[in-house]
């Protein structure tokens, strides 16, 4: 089994950055594609970015794109999201997930392992 552990949310002010960590334990030995997803309150979750096991490969929805950067550092079994120029409609409970597949993919099923969330508040 594989526990994640998110962190680094809060309460910004629009166009402020943060940067969310999602610790791994247990288990990680195999290599995986890492993800943040986020939820917004009345919406369902959704895809944030992606990240393989070397970090050669990523994905990022088109709403973060630009602004959000994914990145892990394997010796530490963290993946790592920094979030630039932040919006009010960013605010979400952000997601860390983890998935055995080599190549990143949106899919929220395709990740069977899931942290318990950290919230993000951007005000305007």
């Known amino acids: 089994q594989v526990q994640l552990v998110e962190s680094g949310g809060g309460l910004v002010q629009a166009g402020g950055s943060l940067r969310l960590s999602c610790a791994a334990s247990?288990?990680?030995?195999?290599?995986?594609?890492m993800a943040w997803f986020r939820q917004a309150p009345g919406k369902e979750r959704e895809f944030v970015a992606a990240?393989?096991?070397?970090?050669?490969?990523?994905i990022y929805a088109d709403s973060v794109k630009n602004r959000f950067t994914i990145s892990r550092d394997n010796a530490k079994n963290t993946v790592y999201l920094q979030m630039n120029s932040l919006k009010p409609e960013d605010t979400a409970v952000y997601y860390c997930?983890?998935?055995?597949?080599?190549?990143?993919?949106?899919?929220?099923?395709?990740?069977?392992?899931w942290g318990q969330g950290t919230q993000v508040t951007v005000s305007s």
């Open positions: 247990g288990r990680t030995s195999s290599k995986d594609v």
């Open positions: 997930a983890r998935s055995l597949l080599f190549v990143p993919t949106t899919t929220q099923a395709m990740y069977h392992y």
């Open positions: 990240i393989n096991w070397s970090g050669g490969s990523t």
